[in-house]
């Protein structure tokens, strides 16, 4: 099972991109948390944002509140990231993931167990 990411790519400081994680519908349901994580050469991977598919509650790295929005279309199967007022910092690649554990909050990445192949995200 793997989830399918899209929308990646250059974009200038300042500027807006959104990602696309399609989910199979084998595991998209109501027990499901997705999170979108990135990582940068040299440092560790971290966990930008999550979503409970189940109502909808999310959550945010410090680093990106308020810069990004995660949501979903359960009609899709997909749970996108809008990301807005890009800083040259926000430059990784980004993977989506998804765990069945029926709720979202402390999850590591560990504790997903279905991921996407990455888009990468350059600002400059």
């Known amino acids: 099972v793997q989830l399918v990411e899209s929308g990646g790519g250059s974009v200038q400081v300042g500027g807006s991109m959104r990602l696309s994680c399609e989910a199979p519908?084998?595991?998209?349901?109501?027990?499901?948390?997705v999170g979108w994580f990135r990582q940068a050469p040299g440092k560790e991977r971290e966990k930008v944002a999550a979503?409970?598919?189940?109502?909808?509650?999310?959550d945010y790295a410090d680093s990106v509140r308020g810069r990004f929005t995660i949501s979903r279309d359960h009609a899709k199967n997909t749970v996108y990231l809008q990301m807005n007022s890009l800083k040259s910092e926000d430059t990784a690649m980004y993977y989506c993931?998804?765990?069945?554990?029926?709720?979202?909050?402390?999850?590591?990445?560990?504790?997903?167990?279905?991921w996407g192949q990455g888009t990468q995200v350059t600002v400059s």
């Open positions: 519908g084998s595991i998209y349901g109501s027990s499901l948390c």
């Open positions: 993931a998804a765990a069945p554990r029926g709720y979202c909050p402390g999850l590591g990445p560990v504790e997903y167990i279905y």
């Open positions: 979503i409970f598919i189940n109502g909808g509650s999310t």
